[in-house]
């Protein structure tokens, strides 16, 4: 990504110029899913997104063979994806295929047939080698994460501990949902002893105690989402959705005893999926009930992703997710994506004047805040702050948690519309009460630092905001005095009762 003079680089009408769209065609024993991404970089964005849930796992464990209807699906939205890929001038794609070819006797004649259909090579993943892609996945979306990785398909479970980008041995389990449907012969009741004997000699889970299990695939999320809707919660971000581990065993419990079709939004879950819901729910009940992690905590990325980082270069692989996301949105949607930048160390150097305590991660938030704080301008000037806070509540980021998330919302709002503003109580209600303080005083100091800079690069630098105990200054240079007047008196004056501080501004010689 190039940046220069405050304008981004395109390389395209309308594309920014991080390299070519890429594509992953995912064949799992469920779904069939293509994911098209902007470019290849720390935090891809997906560009198109389809799935067809075609059942390739359904009665291998029995049979041992893919089903015959399964297989057409299959074929068929791989033919589908080739169109799709050539219409996006997508020449950058990767195929993988998992538990159901893998484990299936005539799966080599179905990949033969599905090379011809998508026109591509395809990669058939080993137990171990999706296990650790897809905790490779999972955490280059978390920041330091730290925990096992659980990545449950329809034909298999895979499990990997990891720490920050340190991954331990992958291992994979017979315990997908269609197999495990398939194997208890539709019971749920006769799954757990299944899934209790399976999950006896995993050493993944050996670590796990007091730590975070992150939860991968299409039937965690579904259940993810039904635990959303039975709370009302105000965001409808999967990624990074927390639920504490007691309560999660509890919700699990829940679905394993009752029609699916009975629960809470359960319309909100595909058809075809509804079934395997309760056997997703076995496994993680006993996962918790066995391993006794902290919390469990669902992950969007998984082996998709964990393709794409795996290219990336050392140096990309140890940027921040968050900061990366900030510095792409807030180069394709502010006016001047220097003044961003500049709105960090101009903030770091406020913040270290008023001896206000401020932990590394409330830092990190705090420069993420600033580059994304001016990526709402286009809209009318009475909807930005909104605008602000929809982009930001719902953007497809990782390497932050929820909470976090409302933060940098709250704030990029207040800048726009005043810390007296009564923002979202529905976001307010995700953060705590010092993250809400800080967001009202980052919020206070970006209005006044816009209304002296015009959120254009080269200004900030001339006129510090610093504090003493008594007091917080706004220096000017000379040569810019006019721009003291009421308004901006008014904005510093909002400033220092947030901190506490008599305002004065001082037109420097």
């Not at 409808?236 to 504490?244: E, K, Q």
């Not at 009940?285 to 006794?292: H, L, Q, V």
């Amino acid at each position: 990504m190039n940046v220069e003079k405050g304008l981004a680089k395109f390389d395209a009408p309308g594309r920014l110029a991080i390299g070519k769209p890429v594509a992953i065609v995912d064949i799992g024993s469920n779904s069939v899913r293509l994911v098209a991404y902007e470019g290849l970089s720390r935090s891809p964005t997906p560009i198109f997104n389809d799935k067809l849930l075609c059942g390739l796992g359904r009665g291998v464990a029995v049979t041992g063979k893919l089903p015959e209807d399964g297989v057409e699906k299959a074929l068929g939205a791989l033919r589908r994806f080739r169109v799709l890929c050539d219409i996006m001038e997508i020449g950058d794609i990767h195929v993988l295929a998992t538990a159901a070819a893998r484990d299936a006797s005539n799966g080599k004649q179905f990949l033969d047939a599905a090379r011809e259909a998508i026109g591509a090579p395809i990669e058939l993943l080993s137990g171990r080698r999706e296990a650790e892609l897809s905790a490779l996945g999972a955490a280059s979306g978390f920041y330091k994460p730290d925990g096992v990785v659980g990545d449950l398909g329809g034909g298999s479970l895979e499990l990997a501990d990891v720490k920050g980008l340190r991954l331990g041995k992958g291992e994979t389990l017979p315990l997908g949902g269609l197999s495990l449907m398939d194997v208890s012969g539709k019971s749920p009741k006769k799954a757990v002893k299944i899934v209790r004997e399976a999950l006896a000699d995993s050493k993944a889970l050996q670590g796990l105690r007091d730590r975070t299990f992150y939860a991968v695939g299409g039937t965690w999320r579904a259940l993810a989402r039904l635990h959303m809707r039975q709370r009302n919660y105000p965001l409808n971000v999967m990624h990074g959705y927390a639920i504490p581990a007691r309560d999660a065993a509890d919700f699990a419990s829940l679905v394993e005893r009752v029609n699916a079709e009975a629960l809470i939004a359960i319309d909100s879950v595909a058809s075809a999926r509804r079934p395997l819901l309760a056997y997703g729910a076995v496994v993680l009940d006993e996962i918790i009930r066995r391993a006794k992690p902290r919390d469990v905590v669902i992950s969007a990325l998984g082996v998709r992703e964990g393709l794409l980082f795996e290219r990336l270069d050392a140096a990309q692989k140890r940027a921040d997710p968050l900061l990366s996301s900030a510095r792409d949105l807030n180069v394709l949607r502010s006016r001047a994506p220097l003044h961003g930048e500049e709105l960090c160390d101009w903030t770091d150097d406020f913040m270290r004047s008023t001896q206000l305590d401020e932990t590394p991660e409330e830092k990190r938030l705090r420069h993420a805040a600033c580059l994304l704080s001016d990526i709402g301008w286009r809209a009318h000037p009475d909807y930005r702050g909104e605008q602000s806070l929809n982009i930001i509540a719902n953007a497809a980021f990782g390497g932050v948690d929820h909470p976090g998330r409302a933060f940098l919302a709250l704030a990029t709002s207040y800048r726009h519309m005043g810390p007296d503003a009564d923002v979202s109580p529905t976001i307010r209600s995700i953060a705590t009460v010092r993250m809400l303080d800080r967001a009202h005083i980052l919020g206070a100091a970006m209005r006044v630092g816009y209304l002296v800079s015009a959120a254009m690069p080269g200004v900030l630098p001339q006129c510090p905001m610093t504090c003493t105990k008594t007091r917080v200054t706004l220096s000017v240079p000379k040569d810019m005095a006019p721009l003291v007047n009421e308004r901006l008196s008014g904005r510093l004056k909002q400033m220092g009762r947030l901190i506490g501080r008599e305002p004065m501004i001082k037109v420097l010689a």
